[in-house]
Nanobody
Framework: VQLQASGGGLVQAGGSLRLSCAAS????????MGWFRQAPGKEGEFVVA????????YYADSVKGRFTVSRDNAKNTVYLQMNSLKPEDTAVYYC????????????????????WGQGTLVTVSS
């Protein structure tokens, strides 16, 4: 499985960005997906996860109400809509996939994911 993340960039505080993560190889509709991020000089952190079915999502408290995850199985892509961005959202964002997953289970730990994208940089200026 290969993942290609895109959509990062420079945005002012309060602005929006939409990240995309396109998967190739395997059966995307059977995968659980997640987004993680790593800010400069900090450890990586969980952002959001979406279940195989797409019907279950879980957000980190820091992004709840501002970020929305969605998946389009026809396009083998998961999206992360980020609104009301804050300078503290500045980070490299990584998408990840777990290829063996229960239909409605959410996976919140990095070690639970099998494949990772290359990351896309989001910079939020104040």
């Amino acid at each position: 499985v290969q993942l290609q993340a895109s959509g990062g960039g420079l945005v002012q505080a309060g602005g929006s960005l939409r990240l995309s993560c396109a998967a190739s190889g395997g059966t995307f509709s059977r995968y659980a997906m997640g987004w993680f991020r790593q800010a400069p000089g900090k450890e990586g952190e969980f952002v959001v996860a979406v279940s195989v079915s797409g019907g279950t999502t879980y957000y980190a408290d820091s992004v709840k109400g501002r970020f929305t995850v969605s998946r389009d199985n026809a396009k083998n892509t998961v999206y992360l809509q980020m609104n009301s961005l804050k300078p503290e959202d500045t980070a490299v964002y990584y998408c990840a996939v777990r290829t063996i997953a229960a239909i409605t289970t959410i996976y919140r730990e990095a070690y639970e994911y099998f494949y990772w994208g290359q990351g896309t940089l989001v910079t939020v200026s104040s």
